[in-house]
């Protein structure tokens, strides 16, 4: 009994030798793995505080470039401004000095027309009042041609008509030598000799 009861014992000590030792490995391992978690999780932490670190040196390098990129073009805005401005204003005084000269070529071509309309109306002028005096000359010249001409065809037509009465007259004074009656003689001795040479 005593014996039985020595190896249930020996039996009960090993087993709970076992189990502490069971215990103790699973213990240990549960330590390795806690130890292997931790490691993990410290390594996580650390690599998330790097990522963290990495990501706002990123932002405050981004926000530095953003800021100098902003600077630069703000001055590149200004200096563009400055040279338009300064070019706006270039052309504003080209366009006025561009106007004055255009004003002044138009008043003195203006001034040239006038004075060439003057010149031209006064030799105009001189040339009509040169004309009507010419035109004067030629038409006393030419009534008193008429004159001399109407003068000169009433001479001719009385001198034709004193002819042709005394022809007339002869040949009446002929015809009544002849014995010719005087009766029939009256229609010549009453001819109109001036209506006959109007016709």
Do not use: C, W
Request: zero cysteines; hydrophobic letters at 30%; glycine letters at 2%.
């Amino acid at each position: 009994m005593r014996r039985r009861e020595e190896e249930e014992n020996e039996k009960a000590r090993l087993m709970k030798e076992r189990q502490a030792k069971l215990l103790a490995m699973q213990e240990k391992t549960q330590n390795k793995q806690a130890e292997i978690d931790e490691l993990r999780a410290r390594r996580y932490a650390e690599e998330r505080e790097r990522r963290e670190r990495e990501r706002e040196r990123r932002e405050v390098a981004d926000k530095h470039s953003r800021m100098t990129e902003l600077q630069y073009a703000r001055a590149s805005q200004a200096e563009q401004k400055k040279a338009m401005m300064a070019r706006e204003a270039v052309m504003q005084q080209q366009e006025y000095e561009d106007a004055v000269t255009y004003a002044l070529q138009t008043m003195e071509r203006e001034k040239t027309e006038e004075h060439s309309k003057k010149k031209t109306s006064m030799t105009h002028k001189d040339a009509l009042l040169t004309q009507i005096s010419v035109n004067e000359g030629h038409r006393s010249r030419s009534q008193a041609t008429k004159f001399d001409e109407g003068r000169k065809l009433k001479e001719e037509f009385s001198s034709e008509r004193a002819k042709l009465e005394a022809i007339r007259d002869k040949m009446v004074h002929d015809m009544e030598k002849k014995g010719i009656n005087p009766r029939y003689l009256t229609e010549m001795k009453m001819a109109d000799i001036q209506k006959m040479q109007m016709r």
